[in-house]
């Protein structure tokens, strides 16, 4: 069975940093997908990443994927406290979505 | 565009019941995803629907089911209520693209169920 690991679970970091949030995946897949989530909300669509290698960039959120080492990665440049959500990482498995955890982000000033 | 729309937005149901949940798929979209978020977790895949079939289903039992329409909304169906059944139930639509690129779902706001 596919299971999605995401960490760190919980991250509390000061605005201006730099950090970054993995997500591993125990089956072959190509498609990765990064949502967001506010509090009491549902869930944005921030990246789709279908191939290896591939790397996102959208603002202050980078997103990569390495279907080799079934890794994924999504990197925060000078975090802002507006980017303060739960970030969850999802891997299509035969056209359904399997979702990690989820990272709780702080982001303090 | 409407996007995804979920209804109701909450829901108070007691042990024992029954509830329908219903949403309708952003524009264009022809498939329909249930999930089911427990606080504090990430959204577990109860069923996927298109072309008003069952095409896929997660590890939910029979008590979960659902219909899809010819309009391409939906309904998840929830029989026998258990406290554990409380959650957040979000619907994400899609459009199945054949070619394998992959597809985007876009999410509806989901439904608060609280089993008492």
């Known amino acids: 069975e596919l299971k999605v690991e995401q960490n760190p679970l919980f991250l509390s970091m000061q605005e201006g940093k730099n950090y970054t949030i993995y997500c591993n995946y125990s089956?072959?897949?190509?498609?990765l997908y990064w949502y967001r989530q506010d509090p009491g909300k549902s869930l944005e669509s921030l990246f789709v990443l279908l191939s290896n290698g591939a790397v996102k960039q959208e603002g202050r959120l980078m997103a990569s994927l390495d279907t080799k080492a079934r890794l994924s990665t999504l990197h925060i440049t000078a975090a802002v406290h507006d980017l303060s959500a739960t970030y969850f990482c999802a891997v299509d498995m035969n056209n359904d979505m399997r979702f990690g955890a989820g990272t709780r982000l702080t982001v303090k000033p | 565009d409407a996007g995804v729309t979920q209804s109701p937005t909450h829901l108070i149901k007691t042990r024992g019941q029954q509830v329908t949940l219903r949403c309708s798929p952003k524009s264009g979209h022809d498939t329909v995803s249930w999930y089911q978020q427990a606080l504090g977790q990430g959204p577990q895949f109860i069923f996927q629907?298109?072309?008003?079939?069952?095409?896929q289903r997660g590890n939910f039992p029979d008590r979960f089911s659902g219909h899809q329409f010819p309009n391409y909304s939906s309904e998840l169906n929830v029989n026998a209520l258990l406290l554990g059944d409380s959650a957040l139930y979000l619907c994400?639509?899609?459009?199945?693209?054949?070619?394998?690129?992959?597809?985007?779902?876009?999410f509806g706001q989901g439904t608060r169920l609280t089993v008492v």
């Open positions: 089956t072959t897949s190509d498609r």
């Open positions: 629907y298109y072309e008003e079939e069952e095409r």
């Open positions: 994400a639509s899609s459009r199945i693209a054949w070619t394998g690129g992959g597809w985007e779902a876009f």
